[in-house]
T-cell receptor, first 111, second 115 residues
Framework: QKEVEQDPGPLSVPEGAIVSLNCTYS??????FMWYRQYSRKGPELLMY????GNKEDGRFTAQVDKSSKYISLFIRDSQPSDSATYLC???????????FGTGTRLKVLA | GAVVSQHPSRVICKSGTSVKIECRSL??????MFWYRQFPKKSLMLMAT?????????EQGVEKDKFLINHASLTLSTLTVTSAHPEDSSFYIC???????????FGPGTRLTVL
């Protein structure tokens, strides 16, 4: 079993839809949870950073962490074609710099 | 803030040659930088962790003599792919540990093609 599981997609949605992206994990030591957006042939861009459980909102993006279920989510409201990219979840434990990445979910927002 | 650059963005070389990739933190000092490799439609694979002024720590299965890492200053780390072969063709991405948060900021990546 992989430490981090993420559906690779592709996920296609119409413009304006609410998008839900998810990752599950097995290591209960993970405390830091990140979401990155990666456009084709570019480096990942940090979108959201969350420590421990709870919700965090930034504009159209909301990150949720449920440590009891070992499940994290990223919601995108009012999705736009420019949101079309691969979304990577990443997580790490305290006391280490090493990130564990999901495989990424390819999102396509159709105009 | 927290901008990381990489140079070159793309390189094509002949088999057997060595290629150096630079990673710079432009507006912050990074004591720790990371080098990743990414295959098409795959996630990032950590190759090594680079600490300023000390030897890099390589992940299991990564040849340290083939992938030379130098982190000589707080804003620059370099990855040299020595005696490159076609199987080394990949997308190489560096990241730097952020200045305020315990997170990583990524460079734009370098696409290496070995003929």
């Amino acid at each position: 079993q992989k430490e981090v599981e993420q559906d690779p997609g592709p996920l296609s949605v119409p413009e304006g839809a609410i998008v839900s992206l998810n990752c599950t994990y097995s290591n209960s030591a993970f405390q830091y949870f990140m979401w990155y957006r990666q456009y084709s042939r570019k480096g990942p861009e940090l979108l959201m950073y969350t420590y421990s459980s709870g919700n965090k909102e930034d504009g159209r993006f909301t990150a949720q962490v449920d440590k009891s279920s070992k499940y994290i989510s990223l919601f995108i409201r009012d999705s736009q074609p420019s949101d079309s990219a691969t979304y990577l979840c990443a997580m790490k434990a305290s006391g280490t710099y090493k990130y564990i990445f999901g495989t990424g979910t390819r999102l396509k927002v159709l105009a | 803030g927290a901008v990381v650059s990489q140079h070159p963005s793309r390189v094509i070389c002949k088999s057997g040659t060595s290629v150096k990739i630079e990673c710079r933190s432009l507006d912050f000092q990074a004591t720790t930088m990371f080098w990743y490799r990414q295959f098409p439609k795959k996630s990032l694979m950590l190759m090594a962790t680079s600490n300023e002024g000390s030897k890099a720590t390589y992940e299991q299965g990564v040849e340290k003599d083939k992938f030379l890492i130098n982190h000589a200053s707080l804003t620059l780390s370099t990855l040299t792919v020595t005696s490159a072969h076609p199987e080394d063709s990949s997308f190489y991405i560096c990241s730097a540990r952020g200045p305020l948060e315990d997170t990583q900021y990524f460079g734009p990546g370098t696409r290496l093609t070995v003929l």
